[in-house]
């Protein structure tokens, strides 16, 4: 692993190679009739929704290679387009798997004023398709685009809108209509376009790689394509493994031969002073990158310079996508093979019957561990500001190369033991409607049953306070497992975990995770009191309690000396005993979605 990385920081590093391969409207004539907005305009503009969906029809039109589908409708009604590029002309999840080919999802405008990706995947399909320029590329691929996937915000479009952002002359929206941001809806999957992608798209055609392209925001330097991988103890092995060998050992060093400086997502563990070193966490399932491993997949995420020309943004886009059609056309088992593998390792986990041999992490740390990465930076000069009241940086153009630290190397920090599945109460709507958005296999019992499960009891945990996302987010800090006997109905769910889905449903329903259901708020009215007592009435309980349970009296004591806030409250302080006495909610703060001890028998699905 080190050797791999001080290689990509080498390749990081490298500025005069000649450029091997280029965008074809960066070095020639395109006719007049298939050159796009962005091309016409010199990258000054992008095309509107209508007139992109314009040119994807002529695309369609101009090959027989190419399908322009919807994969639903945005909020205000637009159509979703997923556009299918085939020399099988394999344009169905069926067909496509048929051919054995490796199938590539891309992803542009999550961020609508992020659209440097769907101005280069235009044209790439195009010169893979239409004009045929690098025809070979789809010799042994599948190409899915989805060209804006933030249609909405796409149409909100003005010169103010990303204030950090050199170009277009006109550009969308961060946020949805209603306020939500897409590039948090992965796992949570509320919009009806994250709905659309992930029920249709990658649940039914089931990518083996996912490209989510963007533009950065964040310090000056000269490096102008930065990377980030699905990796880390949350992602299965195999997966890694291709997202170290494939994309790092093969594709950055083919970016850096084309004239670019890639570098890992540069997040500085300072604000903007890279020589604080390089934080590259692990990405929780609500972005791309953190979902794409729970479905057994690698996930790329492309993020291009905020400061550079658009028009070097549109063709470094470009060049990753080709760089990556290239690695997939030459080694497509390599991608294959790493998704069966995962997807085997996932299936086979959910079956073992020695519970320490299914532990999953649900979120991991950076490690102190660094190592060295060749920064191409800018000489900056920091001057304290009568505005900000702080130092703010300015950026010269003089280079400015130096070695600085970077942290990658992952550690589990919440990992839990997978049960043999979840058995979900048929009235918690919700699971079922996450579920089937994801694609995750589930039966319901036609008989009722009861046995003996563990149910999550969170033992401590805090809402937010203010909203994100339009949710109050639940943090929860401690869970206990407690065994009941459950009983079960015809209608209720069970869902296995010897699926290649299995991640998704461990994510959803495990109160520890970090895109739990309980985190955006579905269980809420589990944590909510369902009855209290007078103070009248439990204050000569509680006495009783005290004088009963020496142990109680102790434990209320240390509160009040330990806890000022709850030593000033005295319905705090009447809660406490409440919450102890014969009279509490035995149901209170237990997630209603049970974890399986063992499979339900066959009979409860109603078989003989």
């Known amino acids: 692993m080190r050797g791999l990385l001080l290689l990509a920081a080498a390749l990081a590093g490298a500025v005069s190679l000649p450029e091997v391969a280029r965008a074809p409207s960066a070095t020639r004539e395109i006719p007049a009739y298939w050159r796009t907005r962005a091309e016409r305009s010199e990258y000054l503009q992008t095309p509107d929704y209508e007139e992109t969906m314009r040119y994807c029809r002529q695309l369609e039109a101009g090959s027989t290679w190419i399908r322009v589908t919807s994969f639903g409708v945005s909020g205000q009604g637009r159509d979703l387009p997923l556009v299918i590029v085939s020399k099988d002309r394999a344009f169905t999840p ?45 010799d042994h691929a599948i190409l899915l685009v989805v060209p804006i996937l933030s249609v909405d915000a796409h ?117 903007n002073h890279p020589e604080s070193g390089i934080q590259l966490g692990a990405q929780a399932p609500r972005f791309s990158t953190g979902y794409a491993p729970l479905q057994c997949r690698p996930g790329v995420l492309v993020e291009t310079h905020m400061l550079k020309p658009y028009r070097t943004r549109v063709l470094a886009t470009y060049d990753v996508l080709s760089a990556l059609l290239e690695e997939v056309n030459a080694h497509p088992t390599a991608l294959t093979g790493a998704v069966a593998e995962a997807e085997s390792l996932v ?59 970077l942290y990658r190397d992952l550690e589990p920090a919440v990992v839990v033991r997978e049960p043999r599945g979840y058995l979900v109460p048929q009235e918690w709507t919700a699971c079922r409607e996450r579920l089937d958005i994801h694609g ?17 009891r969170v033992t401590s945990w805090s809402g937010a306070s203010r909203p994100y996302e339009g949710h109050w987010p639940i943090s929860v800090r401690d869970v206990s497992l407690e065994r009941r006997v459950r009983s079960f109905r015809p209608g209720d769910l069970w869902v296995p975990l010897d699926q290649p889905a299995a991640l998704v449903a461990v994510h959803l329903f495990e109160a520890l995770a970090p895109d739990a259901m309980l985190y955006w708020n579905a269980f809420d009215t589990v944590l909510s009191p369902k009855e209290y007592a007078e103070d009248y009435v439990m204050e000569p309980l509680a006495r009783r309690m005290m004088q009963d349970d020496p142990a109680l009296a102790r434990a209320f004591a240390d509160r009040v000396a330990s806890d000022t806030s709850f030593a000033r409250d005295p319905g705090a302080r009447v809660d406490f005993f409440f919450r102890r006495s014969k009279w509490a909610d035995p149901e209170a703060n237990l997630l209603p979605v049970a974890r399986a001890l063992r499979p339900p028998p066959e009979s409860a699905f109603g078989a003989k």
Request: net charge neutral; aromatic share 8%; proline share 8%.
């Open 94 to 138: 069926e067909a496509a798997r048929a051919t054995g080919k490796p199938i590539l999802l891309v992803q542009n405008g999550i961020h609508a004023g992020e659209i440097e990706g769907k101005d280069a995947s235009l044209a790439l399909m195009r010169d893979l398709a239409v004009l045929r320029d690098r025809a070979d590329l789809l």
């Open 155 to 271: 149409q909100r479009s003005g010169p103010y809108n990303r204030i950090n952002q050199n170009g277009p002359e006109q550009m969308g929206w961060r946020f949805t209509p209603i306020g939500l941001n897409l590039n948090r809806d992965y796992l949570k999957a509320e919009t009806p376009e994250l709905r659309g992608l992930l029920g249709n798209v990658f649940a039914r055609w089931r990518p083996h790689l996912l490209v989510d392209t963007h533009t950065t925001d964040g310090a000056d330097y000269r490096h102008d394509l930065t990377y980030d991988v699905s990796r880390g103890p949350n992602c299965p092995a195999p997966v890694e493994r291709w997202t170290r060998e494939a994309f790092e050992g093969r594709v950055v060093p083919r970016l850096a031969a084309m004239g670019h400086l890639p570098a890992p997502y540069l997040t500085f563990r300072d604000g």
């Open 347 to 405: 299936v086979a986990r959910g079956r073992e019957a020695d519970p320490a041999r299914r532990e999953v992490a649900l979120s991991a740390g950076l490690s102190d561990v660094s190592v060295p990465f060749a920064f191409k930076g800018l000489v900056t000069r920091w001057e304290v500001s009568e505005i900000t009241g702080a130092p703010v940086p300015h950026y010269t153009d003089a280079p400015w190369d130096t070695l600085i630290p």
């Open 440 to 456: 995750v296999r589930y039966r319901r019992l036609a008989r009722a049953w009861s046995d003996t499960v563990e149910v999550q």
